[in-house]
């Protein structure tokens, strides 16, 4: 498997991971990988990245399962209103695609939240910075990777 830029920073930092790769083309959702990792869809989260009409970006981290609440979001952060960012804005702003953006080693260092329900678990899987790639570590070691808050940034069921 190769090493991707997400694995190598957690290398440098001497911060333990698992690594996981995953070939399943049919897959077409996040719930999907997260049974293909034979993982509970609440310690598997996504990245998903935001922008507010000032430019401003913001980072989220969800349970793939979970729906981004961007009204929740935007109060967070305390701005009026935040949206998704264009899909084709992805790659240049983070260096990450779709499918394979993390919250370790973006381009830039950016606001970032991670749903509140994280606090609870000892472990995170997150996408390993390449489409079919994750990472497993602690919570504790995440936050000294990436400077985040906690907060409920979920839709309600």
């Not at 960012?85 to 970032?112: A, D, N, R």
């Not at 678990?121 to 390449?130: A, E």
Request: hydrophobic residues 45%; contains cysteine.
């Amino acid at each position: 498997m190769d090493k991707t830029n997400v694995m190598r920073i957690l290398q440098q930092k001497k911060i333990e991971f698992k690594e996981y790769f995953y070939w399943d083309t049919n897959a077409t959702n996040w719930v999907e990988v997260a049974r293909i990792l034979n993982e509970d869809e609440n310690i598997v989260f996504k990245t998903l990245v935001t922008i507010w009409k000032s430019g401003q970006h913001y980072v989220f981290m969800v349970p793939v399962a979970k729906e981004l609440d961007l009204k929740k979001c935007a109060n967070v952060v305390n701005e009026k209103y935040i949206e998704m960012i264009p899909q084709k804005e992805l790659l240049p702003l983070t260096w990450y695609i779709h499918g394979g953006c993390s919250p370790i080693g973006m381009k830039k260092v950016f606001p970032t939240i991670v749903h509140s329900s994280a606090e609870n678990l000892n472990l995170i899987i997150f996408s390993g910075g390449k489409v079919w790639y994750q990472v497993e570590l602690s919570v504790k070691d995440l936050q000294n990777v990436v400077n985040f808050k906690f907060a409920d940034i979920i839709k309600e069921n």
